[in-house]
């Protein structure tokens, strides 16, 4: 069974970074997706970015795009999303989520795990 664990949410200023880490475990194929998603505070959840494990290719939302990278470890058991020049509406729950593909809007299809998400918070 896959099993996704998030963290490195906090609390951060505006036009501060951070960066989110995704363990993963129990992964069995070879050609799996791991992405972020996020649900801000009265919001549907959104797809932010994914990444393929057979190339690493990745893929962004338009609205993270050139603020946001994810990556990977070679060993594949880590997801990063780094968060760069970070405004007040990325306050969100952010989740990692594992599955089959990536869209070019950095959705992943075919969900087979999300993760407990973490908290990041934009203020001050």
């Known amino acids: 069974q896959i099993e996704l664990v998030e963290s490195g949410g906090g609390l951060v200023q505006p036009g501060g970074s951070l960066r989110l880490s995704c363990v993963v475990s129990?992964?069995?194929?070879?050609?799996?997706?791991i992405g972020w998603s996020r649900q801000a505070p009265r919001k549907e959840r959104e797809a932010v970015s994914c990444i393929s494990s057979t190339d690493s290719s990745t893929n962004y939302a338009e609205s993270v795009k050139g603020r946001f990278t994810i990556s990977r470890t070679n060993s594949k058991n880590t997801v990063y999303l780094q968060m760069d020049s970070l405004k007040f509406e990325v306050t969100a729950v952010y989740y990692c989520?594992?599955?089959?593909?990536?869209?070019?809007?950095?959705?992943?299809?075919?969900?087979?795990?999300w993760g407990q998400g973490t908290l990041v918070t934009v203020s001050g």
């Open positions: 129990g992964v069995t194929s070879d050609d799996h997706v």
């Open positions: 989520v594992a599955g089959r593909t990536c869209s070019p809007q950095g959705i992943v299809g075919h969900v087979e795990r």
